[in-house]
Nanobody, 121 residues
């Protein structure tokens, strides 16, 4: 009933920039928190950044000052602007959203399929 579709990943050189997008679609009543997580090979999935419905943000220490999360509530879309990318940012990036579907009252977590970001020269 709900889909999160990510786009914008790819290969970029160290110091470069990328912008990820994640659009939610389906029988959506409201969206609370939206965020980005990442998982590097052999590592656990970790939080990158989150943004509330009121646009309060929180970032992992490793990306503070380099990444910016934002959202467009009219489009049910969350963005992650990544700058000054480092090889250690290489990972699969996953979109996450707390969504209340139509005819429901409790929010549930939904995940996108993931998009690969590779930072390499």
């Amino acid at each position: 009933q709900v889909q999160l579709v990510e786009s914008g990943g790819g290969l970029v050189q160290p110091g470069g920039s990328l912008r990820l997008s994640c659009a939610a679609s389906g029988s959506i009543s409201s969206i609370y928190r939206m965020g980005w997580y990442r998982q590097a090979p052999g590592k656990q999935r970790e939080l990158v950044a989150v943004i509330t419905s009121g646009s309060n943000t929180n970032y992992a220490d490793s990306v503070k000052g380099r990444f910016t999360i934002s959202r467009d509530n009219a489009k049910n879309t969350v963005y992650l602007q990544m700058a000054s990318l480092k090889p250690e940012d290489t990972a699969v990036y996953y979109c996450n959203a707390q969504i209340v579907i139509v005819a429901s009252f409790a929010p549930r977590d939904y995940w996108g399929q993931g998009t690969q970001v590779t930072v390499s020269s």
